[in-house]
């Protein structure tokens, strides 16, 4: 089984029409035109903001260093 098909001698592959939306800078894919507007926004070609005060690895999305932090949290229990 393949993941393209033909239609009017074009080839489609599975990514082109389950994730139409294509980042510029980057060619990550997305299905919704919002998701890539984020993208964009908060991810592609911006420095990551957000920075662990114990370890000092830096991240782009705030939740992802409140996730980190759990890391920190837990070794300090044992």
Same mark, same amino acid.
């Given at each position: 089984? !393949?993941? &393209?098909?033909?239609?009017? &001698? &074009?080839?489609? &592959? =599975?990514?082109? $029409?389950?994730? /139409?939306? $294509?980042?510029?800078?980057?060619?990550?894919?997305?299905?919704?035109?919002?998701? =890539?507007?984020?993208? @964009?926004? @908060?991810? #592609?070609? +911006?420095? /990551?903001?957000?920075? #662990?005060?114990? #370890?000092?690895?830096?991240?782009?999305?705030?939740?992802? @260093?409140?996730?980190?932090?759990? +890391?920190?949290? @837990?070794? !300090?229990?044992?």
């Amino acid at each position: 089984m !393949t993941n &393209s098909w033909s239609v009017a &001698s &074009s080839t489609y &592959s =599975l990514n082109e $029409v389950a994730l /139409p939306f $294509v980042c510029h800078r980057c060619g990550r894919r997305y299905a919704h035109k919002c998701n =890539l507007m984020r993208h @964009l926004r @908060l991810e #592609c070609g +911006i420095a /990551p903001r957000y920075q #662990c005060d114990q #370890c000092m690895k830096k991240f782009k999305h705030r939740h992802h @260093l409140r996730e980190h932090e759990k +890391i920190h949290a @837990l070794a !300090t229990m044992y």
